[in-house]
């Protein structure tokens, strides 16, 4: 069975508990990073879905270009077989790509997220 943590920051996430159920994944949603990284260090998930949250000249100006870099930076050390799966709002897209500069994604889906198509994302191998 494959396991996947899911980071929920804001209310955009989309709830696919029941898509995962039906594809036989085990599922964690978690809604701070700090317990993600936890969790990490115990289990490494096969699949991680986050939110990118550009970081607008606040605490992430500087090292960090999002709310996730740490956590993928975590990802690659604990768990650096795990797919890392991107949502992001709209307003987001143009700068996408200063994180795909850092790191190699499996996937990024802009919402609304579609669940067909996030369902193959899930399902390539």
């Known amino acids: 069975m494959n396991t996947l943590f899911s980071?929920?920051?804001?209310?955009?996430?989309p709830d696919f508990t029941v898509l995962y159920q039906k594809?036989?994944?085990?599922a964690q949603r978690f809604d701070s990073a700090?317990?993600?990284?936890?969790?990490?260090?115990?289990?490494?998930p096969d699949f991680f879905v986050g939110e990118f949250i550009y970081g607008w000249g606040n605490n992430y100006a500087g090292a960090n270009v999002s709310n996730l870099d740490v956590t993928i930076r975590t990802l690659?050390?604990?768990?650096?077989?795990a797919k890392v799966i991107?949502?992001?709002?709209?307003?987001?897209?143009?700068?996408i790509g200063k994180l795909l500069e850092l790191f190699s994604l499996h996937a990024?889906?802009?919402?609304?997220?579609n669940e067909h198509?996030?369902?193959?994302?899930?399902?390539?191998q």
């Open 86 to 95: 991107v949502f992001m709002h709209p307003r987001e897209e143009e700068h």
């Open 23 to 26: 594809l036989g994944i085990a």
């Open 34 to 44: 700090r317990n993600l990284h936890r969790a990490l260090q115990k289990q490494p």
């Open 7 to 13: 980071l929920v920051e804001s209310p955009f996430h």
């Open 108 to 113: 990024v889906l802009s919402y609304p997220v």
């Open 117 to 124: 198509q996030f369902e193959a994302i899930l399902a390539q």
């Open 76 to 81: 690659q050390r604990f768990a650096p077989q």
